[in-house]
């Protein structure tokens, strides 16, 4: 019997991979690198500053960049994606999201968050849906996905075992890191790319029945 769900985020519940590799475009472009839209799948779940290293390695791998030349990068991609999402309110969440959480409260089940960005808190709060978590994991504390350690930490702070659970993502990156914590794993996007249990196109498609 499932008794939590554990949600990513960005790509998720609301638009805000769209934002996220704006942002880093808009950034790169000072040190001359032109991302194509083909990488953005890479970027999502991926930290900051993995972004940029992997932005710089595979776009420029010839130059070497200072550590702190890279931490200046992530940080000015930063102020580039709090510009873009100043303005989000609930009005941004994806379509069926409230109805997924009201519904899944009413079943008695948990909700986590299992978000590798650092804004998560913070933009939950925008979208209106902090209250609804009963758990949000800590992206400072864990490498970047594919590591499990975000979803993980939500299944002990839930006090649930990875049979009960069920992470939702949007990633790559993120399908690996739920598999990993020996969860089963609903993708959010396209079934050819995500190797997930079992994929939708928007999260407004997955079938309630799923939660039983
Ligand atoms: P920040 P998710 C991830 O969020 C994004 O997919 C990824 O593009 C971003 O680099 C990462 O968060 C870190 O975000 O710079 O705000 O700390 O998809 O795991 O919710
Ligand atoms: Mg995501």
């Known amino acids: 019997m499932i008794k939590a769900v554990i949600f990513d985020l960005d790509g ?11 942002a880093w475009k808009e950034t790169v472009a000072s ?6 839209a083909s990488f953005e ?10 972004s940029i290293k992997k932005i710089t390695d595979v776009y420029l791998p010839k130059t070497s960049f200072k550590t702190s030349q890279l931490e200046s990068l992530a940080a ?3 102020e580039v994606y709090l510009e873009k999402i100043k303005t989000m309110t609930e009005a941004d969440l994806y379509p069926g999201v ?4 009201e519904t899944l409260k009413h079943k008695g089940l948990l909700l986590g968050l299992a978000s590798a960005s650092l804004n998560a808190p913070m933009l939950i709060e925008k979208l209106g849906i ?6 949000v994991s800590n992206p ?7 590591d499990p350690g975000l979803f993980i930490e939500g299944l002990e702070a839930l006090h649930v075992s990875p049979e009960q659970a069920l992470g939702v993502e949007d990633a790559p990156a993120g399908i690996a890191a739920i598999k990993a914590a020996k969860m089963k794993a609903i993708g959010i996007g396209d079934p050819k790319t ?4 079992v994929v939708f196109k928007t999260l407004a498609d997955i079938p309630y029945y799923l939660f039983d």
């Open 41 to 50: 799948p890479e970027l999502r779940g991926i930290s900051r500053f993995d």
């Open 140 to 146: 400072a504390l864990h490498p970047s996905k594919p």
């Open 130 to 135: 902090t209250h609804y978590f009963s758990h």
């Open 194 to 197: 995500l190797k997930a249990d």
């Open 98 to 101: 409230l109805e997924l959480f």
């Open 76 to 78: 000015k991609k930063n």
């Open 12 to 22: 998720v519940l609301t638009d805000t991979s769209t934002y996220h590799f704006a």
């Open 31 to 36: 040190v001359g690198i032109e991302l194509k």
